[in-house]
């Protein structure tokens, strides 16, 4: 069984950082695209950012410049590092791995909570 923990949300203030990571863990060869999503009060949920596994990368328009997306291979682990945080940042950002092991979609973690609030 394979199972992804997020770590890192919080409470920070407008204009501030915060660095989420995700780690995955169970009987794990590979992972191909690992994603954050947020859902906020009343909104559906919606990606943030990927990257496969080569590296490759993909963002949202509203955070590009300001949210940057990794991985650790060796380790399993996507980190989502959040810079000038905005009060629209506020969400449960969600951690999704997908073709887990060539074969396993979308496993998705418990979320982590990010308020942006002065």
């Known amino acids: 069984q394979v199972q992804l923990v997020e770590s890192g949300g919080g409470l920070v203030q407008p204009g501030g950082s915060l660095r989420l990571s995700c780690a995955a863990s169970?009987?794990?060869?590979?992972?191909?695209?690992m994603s954050w999503y947020r859902q906020a009060p009343g909104k559906e949920r919606e990606l943030v950012a990927a990257?496969?596994?080569?590296?490759?990368?993909n963002y949202a328009y509203s955070i590009k410049g300001r949210f940057t997306i990794s991985r650790d291979n060796a380790k399993n682990t996507a980190y989502l590092q959040m810079n000038s945080l905005k009060p629209e940042d506020t969400a449960v950002y969600y951690c999704?791995?997908?073709?887990?092991?060539?074969?396993?979609?979308?496993?998705w973690g418990q979320g982590t909570q990010v308020t942006v609030s002065s």
């Open positions: 169970g009987s794990i060869f590979m992972i191909n695209a």
């Open positions: 990257i496969t596994r080569d590296g490759t990368t």
């Open positions: 999704n791995a997908d073709r887990v092991n060539g074969y396993i979609r979308d496993v």
